[in-house]
Protein backbone atom coordinates (compact mmCIF):
# COMPACT_ATOMS: atom_id res chain seq x y z
CA UNK A 1 0.00 0.00 0.00
CA UNK A 2 3.22 2.73 0.36
CA UNK A 3 4.16 1.63 -2.62
CA UNK A 4 1.17 2.86 -3.99
CA UNK A 5 0.98 5.70 -1.97
CA UNK A 6 3.87 6.58 -3.03
CA UNK A 7 3.83 6.29 -6.86
CA UNK A 8 0.22 8.22 -6.87
CA UNK A 9 2.87 11.05 -5.40
CA UNK A 10 5.55 10.18 -7.72
CA UNK A 11 2.99 10.65 -11.21
CA UNK A 12 0.96 13.85 -9.07
CA UNK A 13 4.29 15.76 -9.74
CA UNK A 14 3.92 15.14 -13.74
CA UNK A 15 -0.05 15.95 -13.38
CA UNK A 16 -1.79 13.31 -13.52
CA UNK A 17 -5.38 13.19 -14.52
CA UNK A 18 -7.76 13.67 -12.26
CA UNK A 19 -9.31 10.11 -13.48
CA UNK A 20 -6.21 8.69 -12.56
CA UNK A 21 -5.98 10.46 -9.14
CA UNK A 22 -9.46 8.93 -8.07
CA UNK A 23 -8.80 5.71 -9.47
CA UNK A 24 -5.87 5.78 -7.37
CA UNK A 25 -7.62 6.65 -4.37
CA UNK A 26 -10.43 4.33 -5.06
CA UNK A 27 -7.66 1.52 -5.63
CA UNK A 28 -6.77 2.34 -2.34
CA UNK A 29 -9.77 2.29 -0.56
CA UNK A 30 -10.22 -1.42 -2.25
CA UNK A 31 -7.06 -2.88 -0.97
CA UNK A 32 -7.79 -2.02 2.56
CA UNK A 33 -11.07 -3.02 1.87
CA UNK A 34 -10.02 -6.35 0.62
CA UNK A 35 -7.72 -6.48 3.61
CA UNK A 36 -10.55 -6.33 6.21
CA UNK A 37 -12.32 -8.90 4.08
CA UNK A 38 -9.88 -11.12 4.62
CA UNK A 39 -9.50 -10.79 8.02
CA UNK A 40 -13.38 -11.02 8.29
CA UNK A 41 -13.24 -14.13 6.75
CA UNK A 42 -10.02 -15.64 8.65
CA UNK A 43 -12.24 -14.30 11.86
CA UNK A 44 -15.48 -16.31 10.64
CA UNK A 45 -17.45 -12.97 11.23
CA UNK A 46 -19.67 -13.02 8.11
CA UNK A 47 -21.55 -10.30 9.25
CA UNK A 48 -18.66 -7.93 8.42
CA UNK A 49 -17.83 -10.08 5.62
CA UNK A 50 -21.18 -8.87 3.83
CA UNK A 51 -21.21 -5.73 5.40
CA UNK A 52 -18.07 -4.81 3.00
CA UNK A 53 -19.72 -6.21 -0.07
CA UNK A 54 -22.06 -3.08 -1.14
CA UNK A 55 -18.63 -0.64 -0.76
CA UNK A 56 -16.89 -3.07 -2.53
CA UNK A 57 -19.27 -3.17 -5.46
CA UNK A 58 -19.78 0.70 -5.44
CA UNK A 59 -16.05 0.92 -6.26
CA UNK A 60 -15.95 -1.20 -8.85
CA UNK A 61 -18.76 0.48 -10.77
CA UNK A 62 -16.44 4.07 -9.51
CA UNK A 63 -13.01 2.64 -11.45
CA UNK A 64 -15.39 1.20 -14.20
CA UNK A 65 -16.66 4.60 -14.74
CA UNK A 66 -13.08 6.37 -14.19
CA UNK A 67 -10.90 4.14 -16.20
CA UNK A 68 -13.25 3.56 -19.30
CA UNK A 69 -12.99 -0.15 -19.17
CA UNK A 70 -15.01 -1.38 -21.91
CA UNK A 71 -15.90 1.53 -23.28
CA UNK A 72 -14.07 3.79 -26.27
CA UNK A 73 -12.34 5.78 -23.93
CA UNK A 74 -10.54 3.02 -22.35
CA UNK A 75 -7.91 5.20 -20.12
CA UNK A 76 -5.42 1.90 -19.54
CA UNK A 77 -3.74 1.82 -22.73
CA UNK A 78 -2.09 5.26 -21.44
CA UNK A 79 1.03 4.36 -19.66
CA UNK A 80 0.58 6.91 -17.04
CA UNK A 81 -1.80 4.61 -15.88
CA UNK A 82 0.24 1.77 -14.88
CA UNK A 83 0.60 2.63 -11.78
CA UNK A 84 -3.00 1.99 -11.44
CA UNK A 85 -3.02 -1.20 -13.12
CA UNK A 86 0.13 -2.59 -10.75
CA UNK A 87 -2.22 -1.35 -7.46
CA UNK A 88 -5.08 -3.33 -9.18
CA UNK A 89 -3.14 -6.74 -10.21
CA UNK A 90 -2.20 -6.44 -6.00
CA UNK A 91 -6.30 -6.22 -5.40
CA UNK A 92 -6.55 -9.04 -8.02
CA UNK A 93 -4.19 -10.99 -5.89
CA UNK A 94 -6.05 -10.29 -2.31
CA UNK A 95 -9.48 -11.10 -3.57
CA UNK A 96 -8.04 -14.48 -5.21
CA UNK A 97 -6.55 -14.94 -1.63
CA UNK A 98 -9.79 -14.38 -0.09
CA UNK A 99 -11.55 -16.48 -2.99
CA UNK A 100 -8.80 -19.08 -1.89
CA UNK A 101 -9.92 -19.10 1.97
CA UNK A 102 -13.42 -19.17 1.33
CA UNK A 103 -13.70 -22.50 -0.69
CA UNK A 104 -11.15 -23.92 1.59
CA UNK A 105 -13.52 -22.69 4.19
CA UNK A 106 -16.37 -24.65 2.02
CA UNK A 107 -14.71 -27.66 1.80
CA UNK A 108 -14.23 -27.74 5.35
CA UNK A 109 -17.76 -27.48 5.86
CA UNK A 110 -19.21 -29.84 3.62
CA UNK A 111 -16.95 -32.17 4.48
CA UNK A 112 -18.51 -32.03 8.38
CA UNK A 113 -21.97 -31.95 6.92
CA UNK A 114 -20.75 -35.22 5.16
CA UNK A 115 -19.60 -36.64 8.06
CA UNK A 116 -22.53 -35.81 10.10
CA UNK A 117 -24.84 -37.64 7.79
CA UNK A 118 -23.42 -40.58 7.91
CA UNK A 119 -21.33 -40.09 4.35
CA UNK A 120 -22.59 -41.69 0.99
CA UNK A 121 -22.50 -45.67 0.60
CA UNK A 122 -20.30 -45.79 -1.86
CA UNK A 123 -17.64 -43.92 -0.09
CA UNK A 124 -17.51 -47.13 1.93
CA UNK A 125 -14.03 -48.44 2.38
CA UNK A 126 -13.13 -51.15 -0.57
CA UNK A 127 -12.34 -54.46 0.58
CA UNK A 128 -10.65 -57.17 -1.79
CA UNK A 129 -10.18 -60.81 -0.91
CA UNK A 130 -7.23 -63.14 -1.36
CA UNK A 131 -7.32 -63.18 -5.20
CA UNK A 132 -6.83 -59.65 -4.92
CA UNK A 133 -10.50 -59.01 -6.68
CA UNK A 134 -12.87 -56.66 -5.30
CA UNK A 135 -14.71 -59.07 -1.94
CA UNK A 136 -18.86 -58.73 -2.12
CA UNK A 137 -20.55 -56.77 0.45
CA UNK A 138 -22.21 -58.94 2.83
CA UNK A 139 -24.98 -56.92 3.27
CA UNK A 140 -25.98 -56.88 -0.75
CA UNK A 141 -25.81 -60.98 -1.71
CA UNK A 142 -26.38 -61.39 -5.47
CA UNK A 143 -28.98 -64.04 -6.68
CA UNK A 144 -25.85 -66.97 -6.83
CA UNK A 145 -25.27 -66.70 -3.02
CA UNK A 146 -28.78 -67.39 -1.82
Not at 74 to 99: G, S, V, Y
Not at 115 to 130: C, I, P, Q
Request: charged fraction near 25%; include cysteine.
Amino acid sequence: MLEATTAMTATASSAPSPELVAALEHGLVLQQLLQQEFDALREQNLDIFEALQPEKTQIFDSLIRLTGVGTESNRLEEPEWDTFKNLIADCRDMHRRNEILISRKLDAIRGTLQTLNGGESTASVEVYDRLGRMARSRAGRGYEEV
